[in-house]
C-alpha cells in the first residue's frame, strides 16, 4: 500500500443509492449444501425457497419461545 492516496479529484457519495437493498450472500457448510441441493431436486424447489422457509420456521419458534408466559 502507498503512504498517501490522492483523493482531490474523488467524488464524495459516487455509488451511495438510498433505499437500495442488499441481497447478502449465504454461504453454506459444504455437507448442507449438498443437502439442500439434493432436497430442492427431489422436490422440484429453488434452493432458496427451501432455506427460506426454514429460517421463517425457526423465526416462528423463537418467537414462540421468547413470547411472554402468561399466568393461567
Known sequence: MRKEY?????ERGKFYRPGVELNLPIYLE????KFVRELAKAKNEEIEAIVNDWLRQDI???GER???QRAS
Open 6 to 10: 490522492d483523493f482531490s479529484k474523488g
Open 30 to 33: 459444504p455437507d448442507v449444501a
Open 60 to 62: 416462528a419458534l423463537v
Open 66 to 68: 421468547s413470547a411472554p
